[in-house]
């Protein structure tokens, strides 16, 4: 002990070496700040994004600032050993219905336009009447854009805010998802119903 303590000291008495130990410091400093603060780059691995992110692509992630959005893509932390990257699909005290492949939020039909065309959305077990997932305080409900091959909220339930870590920067020109005309059918029925205009549906629509 007494000759590491030795060793030590001559080595702290030694000024290149003290300079040398206080750069690998501010280094490890720096990229833990730049990690923490300003964010890191992710690769995706899997499908579940696709066709917005592939396999293989990297992704930007950034420390979670402001609200968390509907739309927001976003890592979290699943339970497994990386992030998992989803989408912000239902926020805190919002009932998700699923309904012969739409989305509904409050009964009200979802329109997502950074989806292709013929997308759907079924629950995880195919069940004639859909499925229902009613979101608590501080609770998000997430899916991949690749609603076929995706294990998401409609598998592991609406997740906790604390679960998401990293937000991804979205597109200058992207359209986020907004509910549109159409509400659930009535109990019995099987067609969807137009929904009152209101002024925030109003705004959506223009």
């Not at 410091?25 to 603060?37: E, K, R």
Request: charge should be positive.
């Amino acid at each position: 002990m007494k000759q590491i303590c030795r060793l030590m000291q001559k080595v702290w008495g030694n000024l290149p070496c003290r300079m040398a130990i206080a750069a690998a410091f501010a280094v490890v400093l720096g990229v833990g700040a730049g990690h923490a603060f300003i964010g890191s780059v992710y690769v995706v691995e899997g499908t579940s994004m696709e066709p917005t992110y592939s396999e293989g692509m990297r992704l930007y992630g950034t420390p979670i600032t402001t609200p968390v959005e509907r739309g927001d893509v976003v890592l979290l932390d699943d339970g497994n050993k990386d992030y998992a990257v989803k989408r912000i699909i239902g926020l805190p005290g919002e009932t998700i219905q699923l309904w012969r492949g739409c989305v509904f939020i409050n009964k009200q039909l979802l329109i997502e336009p950074y989806l292709p065309k013929h997308t759907y959305t079924c629950p995880m077990e195919p069940v004639h009447r859909g499925a229902t997932f009613i979101l608590g305080e501080g609770e998000y409900f997430v899916l991949g854009d690749n609603r076929s091959c995706s294990a998401d909220s409609r598998a592991y339930g609406p997740v906790q805010r604390k679960q998401i870590k990293r937000r991804v920067p979205l597109p200058n020109d992207f359209v986020c998802a907004y509910c549109g005309r159409y509400t659930l059918p009535l109990p019995g029925t099987t067609v969807m119903r137009p929904a009152p205009i209101t002024r925030a549906t109003a705004k959506a629509i223009l």
